[in-house]
């Protein structure tokens, strides 16, 4: 079946540490995005990639980083340096940038 | 600054009582509205994408319009399985390139 995994689906995290996030598309899709969801908010857009080798910060990219080395894999790199990083944490994909975009599940991660 | 603004927040309704969720917007260049379902603890569920006012989706008891300010998630005799989060999001073409803005959401319940 074709869609967005992301692993794993729940992390901590010990404060000072970086953990990665994967996500992974057997899509086909040329972009990939990484969204956050906090409670009562909208998402907001962390990176986005339109094409391999290349990605984009979005409006809060302080303090995460990430790589696209290949097309089906979008990994999100949370750093020490992001100060609120207990969040929800979603990876998208759409064929192009400016069509509907598709969701994996998400990955919940807790500062402990 | 684009803008998505979803009304009310929390909406519980009877089994069969029809209602309408709304997603009041500003975009430069609007380039496509998008309406998700989401489940707690999962990824958002695209449902409709709306290009230009006037056009109308339907899937199964909902209904998605757009007009140039605004867009309606029309709920016909909903069921309990309804029970879900919406969201609503635009593309505008501000910045360059195309992002998604999304509102904060609207928290449905449906009440056998």
């Known amino acids: 079946d074709g869609g967005i995994t992301q692993s794993p689906k729940y992390l901590f995290r010990k404060e000072g540490q970086n953990v990665t996030l994967s996500c992974e598309q057997n899509?086909?899709?040329?972009?990939m995005y990484w969204y956050r969801q906090d409670p009562g908010q909208g998402l907001r857009l962390i990176y986005y990639s339109q094409i391999v080798n290349d990605f984009q910060k979005g409006d809060i990219a302080e303090g995460y980083s990430v790589s696209r080395e290949k097309k089906e894999s979008f990994p999100l790199t949370v750093t020490s340096a992001q100060k609120n990083p207990t969040a929800f944490y979603l990876c998208a994909s759409s064929i192009k940038s400016n069509t509907e975009a598709f969701f994996g599940q998400g990955t919940r991660l807790t500062v402990v | 600054e684009d803008q998505v603004t979803q009304s009310p927040e929390a909406l519980r309704l009877q089994e069969g009582e029809s209602s309408s969720l709304n997603c009041s917007y500003t975009?430069?260049?609007?380039?496509?509205l998008f309406w998700y379902r989401q489940d707690p603890g999962k990824g958002p569920e695209f449902l409709f994408t709306l290009y230009s006012a006037g056009e109308e989706k339907e899937k199964e008891r909902l209904k998605a319009t757009l007009t140039k300010k605004e867009s309606f998630l029309h709920i016909t005799a909903p069921k309990p399985e309804d029970s879900a989060t919406y969201l609503c999001a635009v593309q505008g073409s501000s910045g360059g390139y195309n992002k998604l803005i999304f509102g904060a959401g609207t928290r449905l319940a449906v009440h056998p």
């Open positions: 899509l086909n899709h040329d972009a």
């Open positions: 975009v430069s260049g609007l380039r496509g």
